[in-house]
């Protein structure tokens, strides 16, 4: 389907340990725009969009704050977290590529210290809508949801502990090469994951991914304004974004129990872009925890739920020489949890050939955003 | 170990899902048009878009389809409470259906077979709720 329009920058705040960053939440956003904005080379007086997903830091006080020029479109996914990520590339894909604005940054800031966890549940003496089924018995966090989803769905399709640690062990492997991971220097081994404390069976600590303090930004523009740009831009191939019918109903109330919620978002991705999985070199799977991982890998086509144990064995995950390597900057897990757009700049990096664990010759990179929640979303990179 | 206090979070009831939190029955919301049975409940027949609803009396009998056994506290209120265990239960006469509940103790498999109970709790509204909880069938 290519659009008209490409990535020309991305950007990133230094990451930090949550409640770490002696920035704000807003400051640290202004760095990763900036950051992206230098990189496209770029003044960003000529930026006139802002697309995000639950995002805090709006695009009024943004515009106001680095002088950006007059704004012409401005918008957020629906949807609960970090599934938003590839669905907020492709809304600006749509504005661009329909004319509504001419250079559009995709961002997302977080800084846990100053606003709070998102693993840690509030206290609340009611519970409504879908969450009068749940919290009454203690079922708060997306650990424990996601831990039911996928307790069924190791049962069903025989997935393995190991394969469960073979996520977290790929991520903390990358962020060894990458200085700006949180875990750079901190490896992890089989042994530390299996004796790690449970949180919420299946998932040990280090199934989980950690919460972070940081920003990271892409700049999107038509591939003709590109041109004079500094960097080679970077194809949008295709996006996807949705939910199958009665998929994600609350309170494990879906159709197709257990999902990932990615089956839609696979078959609409590949179709829109004309290839298969088999034609991707390398992908980011936002990692949450490492069963909707699993899952998502399973929706997005690239083996059958019951092959996934052979699929991650024997190093397939992992750079130089598996045959997909995923989360090559460290991910979620590793280097740092920007809520999965750090992802997506990574992605954008496999094409451009700046990865810290550069997977050869890259034609097309794929970012998958928050499994377990819908609607899902995912965005294809490819050269230009 | 295994049972959340007492003075935990209660559901907020709503004309849509009191019958499932007040009856002390497995009573799950029924499509007055077509009969359609919904869980959770919904404002609208989620088949024939029909806004009227009575419910159904399920036998009391479960199935376990999967389970979480909570070892980190998410909450401070919860924190002498795990390791708890919340099952997903099938429910043996509509076996698409499926509500999530406590189990009492912490062993569990998929496949296993429960019977509910009621737990009652005074809300500060003054309204009692019958939460639906369960325990090994036999």
């Known amino acids: 389907m290519r659009g008209a329009a490409v990535v020309a920058g991305v950007g990133e ?10 920035e704000t939440e807003f400051q640290l956003a202004c760095i990763a725009i900036r950051n992206a904005g230098a990189d496209a080379g770029l003044v960003l007086a000529d930026v006139d969009g802002f697309v995000a997903y639950m995002e805090r830091n709006e695009p009024v006080r943004l515009s106001a704050a680095l002088g950006v020029g007059d704004v012409n479109f401005t918008a957020q996914t629906f949807g609960g977290g970090g599934n938003g990520a590839g669905a907020a590339v492709t809304i600006a894909d749509a504005a661009i590529s329909a004319g509504y604005a001419e250079c559009i940054v995709v961002f997302r800031s977080l800084a846990q210290g100053q606003f709070g966890r998102y693993g840690q549940a509030a206290g609340s003496r ?4 879908n969450a009068a089924f749940t919290a009454p018995y203690g079922m708060l966090t997306p650990a424990q949801t996601t831990a039911m989803q996928t307790m069924r769905y190791m049962h069903d399709h025989g997935v393995s502990q190991d394969s469960l640690a073979e996520i977290s062990l790929t991520s903390y492997a990358h962020a060894q090469r990458n200085p700006r991971a949180i875990r750079y220097g901190t490896p992890l081994t089989p042994e530390l994951y299996h004796a790690s404390r449970w949180i919420a069976e299946p998932f040990h600590l280090y199934d989980c991914c950690p919460e972070n303090d940081g920003a990271a930004a892409i700049v999107v523009t038509s591939a003709e304004r590109a041109r004079d740009l500094a960097k080679p831009p970077v194809a949008i191939v295709a996006g996807a974004h949705g939910v199958e019918h009665r998929d994600g109903v609350g309170a494990f109330g879906e159709a197709n129990f257990p999902t990932a919620h990615h089956r839609h978002v696979g078959r609409t991705l590949w179709q829109r872009a004309g290839v298969t999985p088999d034609d991707v070199q390398v992908a980011q799977f936002y990692e949450n925890f490492t069963g909707p991982v699993l899952m998502a890998i399973a929706e997005m086509g690239f083996c059958e739920p019951s092959g996934l ?37 990574e992605a954008v990096r496999q094409v451009r050939g700046e990865s810290t664990c550069q997977v050869a010759d890259v034609e097309l ?13 995912a965005v294809l990179f490819g050269r230009v | 170990m295994g049972a959340l206090p007492a003075d935990w979070t209660l559901p907020a009831l709503t004309p849509f899902n009191a019958a499932w939190f007040t009856s002390g029955a497995l009573a799950i919301q029924r499509c007055t048009q077509c009969a359609t049975l919904q869980h959770p409940p919904e404002e609208i027949c989620h088949t024939c878009g029909t806004m009227t609803f009575d419910t159904s009396t399920l036998a009391p009998r479960g ?43 912490n062993d569990v498999h998929i496949g296993m077979a429960l ?23 036999g």
């Open chain 1, 13 to 22: 705040s230094t990451y930090y340990d949550r409640g770490a960053a002696p």
């Open chain 1, 126 to 129: 009611r519970a409504g809508g």
């Open chain 1, 309 to 345: 144990d052979a699929f991650v064995a024997g190093g397939n995950l992992r750079w130089p020489d598996g045959r997909l390597p995923i989360n090559t900057s460290g991910g979620n897990i590793g280097e740092a949890y920007i809520h999965g757009f750090g992802n997506v700049v």
């Open chain 1, 365 to 377: 990179s794929l970012s998958v955003s928050g499994p377990g929640y819908a609607p899902g979303s």
């Open chain 2, 63 to 105: 199935t376990v389809a999967s389970y979480t056994v909570v070892h980190y506290a998410a909450h401070r209120a919860l924190a002498h409470a795990v390791p708890y265990t919340v099952v997903l239960v099938s429910l043996d006469e509509a076996p698409h259906l499926r509500v999530v509940g406590n189990l009492a103790g």
């Open chain 2, 115 to 137: 019977v509910p109970y009621w737990d009652e709790h005074a809300a500060d509204d003054g309204t009692t709720i019958l939460l639906p909880q369960w325990r090994a069938a």
